[in-house]
């Protein structure tokens, strides 16, 4: 398969591009009622083949024009997707920030796959791409996405009202960021 970026002990890290399709849908299909508390309300015809062949296009050429890395993460049989992560809205500038969102399949949950994967990927985003700052934000209620930012050194920054429509309502987010120290990641 093309496109791998990382690896980690116990996942292969590939940049989403539409050879994954049908792990993605089928990531997707399983994950339904799992992801669905924390993303916004979508049509049925968003987890189409045809729509999630289309964003994995558009996320393959938005890596490589340098604005996103969108990411999946696969078990080493490369059989399937048990992780997503999305480094996006990258901005150079006086800024080199981005912002991140991620989500791990049911079965995958609490096993510590999503702090492995999101390490190296971080690294990669500091590292390679030079960012400064991460931008990663949760609503309070996501107990489990605020122990795994905090896991990775990120801080509370604030909270913002309304921030984003969740499940078809405004929610209010606790806004968190990680900013590069070179002391901070080890390897
Ligand atoms: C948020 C989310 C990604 C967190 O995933 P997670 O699996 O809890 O994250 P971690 O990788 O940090 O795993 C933590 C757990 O693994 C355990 N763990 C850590 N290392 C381990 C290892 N090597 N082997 C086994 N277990 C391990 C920890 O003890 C912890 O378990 P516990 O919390 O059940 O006690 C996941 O809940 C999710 O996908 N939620 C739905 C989508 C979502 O909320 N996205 C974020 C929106 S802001």
Not at 89 to 112: D, H, M, T, W
Not at 160 to 184: C, M, P, R, V
Request: hydrophobic share 35%; charged share 25%.
């Amino acid at each position: 398969m093309n496109h791998k970026l990382l690896t980690t002990e116990r996942t292969d890290i590939f940049v989403q591009n539409k050879e994954l399709v049908d792990k993605m849908c089928f990531y997707y299909k399983i994950n339904g009622t799992h992801l669905s508390r924390w993303e916004p309300l979508r049509s049925d015809d968003y987890y189409s083949v045809s729509e999630v062949t289309k964003r994995l296009d558009s996320a393959l050429n938005s890596f490589e024009e340098g604005q996103s890395v969108q990411l999946a993460a696969l078990d080493k049989n490369n059989s399937a997707v048990i992780a997503v992560c999305n480094f996006t809205n990258i901005v150079r500038g006086p800024f080199q920030a981005c912002f991140l969102g991620y989500s791990i399949s049911k079965e995958c949950e609490g096993k510590g796959y999503m702090q492995e994967i999101l390490t190296v990927a971080i690294e990669y985003m500091f590292r390679h791409l030079g960012l400064h700052r991460i931008m990663a934000n949760y609503i309070p209620s996501n107990v489990r996405s605020g122990k795994l930012l905090d896991k990775l050194g990120f801080e509370r920054e604030g909270v913002a009202k309304s921030y984003l429509e969740i499940n078809g309502q405004w929610a209010d987010h606790i806004l968190t960021s990680l900013i590069f120290s070179s002391e901070k990641i080890t390897n």
